[in-house]
């Protein structure tokens, strides 16, 4: 089966999502499950996420095979939406990951991400996101565990 990335007007996007609420959404043994559960199921809106970010979600979840399943089964019906951004923007995340040594790849693609749906709030459990900074030092909106 091929995937098919649909081109997404910047201003249909409301929600960006990381690794961690995806795995906490499905793994109920995760720490940030009865957040992401809570959080994702409020919104019930589709959530934009990088490849980057959805391999990083399999690694994690690969021991849970309905878990992962369930994650292979939300791209299928688009309720999560694949960006292809590190195939497209690699010049720019590489310039996030020397800005930022502590960055790995998936969030680098993420912050990108943010760039080009400026309007839309990432879902993340990780506080690393708050001192990451969009171009022109813009900060990225968050919904984030306090």
Known sequence: MSVTFLPVK????????????????????????????????????????????VAEACHRLKRLRPA?????????????????VLAEQSARVGELLAKYPEMDAGDATLVVLSELYPRAKLITVDDDFRRYRRSRNQVIPLVIPE
């Not at 609420?21 to 990088?50: N, V």
């Not at 369930?70 to 960006?83: D, F, H, N, S, T």
Request: proline share 3%.
């Open 10 to 53: 910047a201003s249909g996007i409301d929600y960006l999502v990381d690794a961690g609420p995806l795995i906490g959404l499905l793994d109920r043994s995760d720490q940030w499950h009865g957040w992401s559960r809570e959080t994702l199921t409020i919104l019930d809106e589709r959530l934009a996420t990088t490849e980057t970010a």
């Open 68 to 84: 992962l399943g369930e994650l292979i089964k939300m791209i299928e019906e688009q309720r999560v939406l694949l960006v292809p």
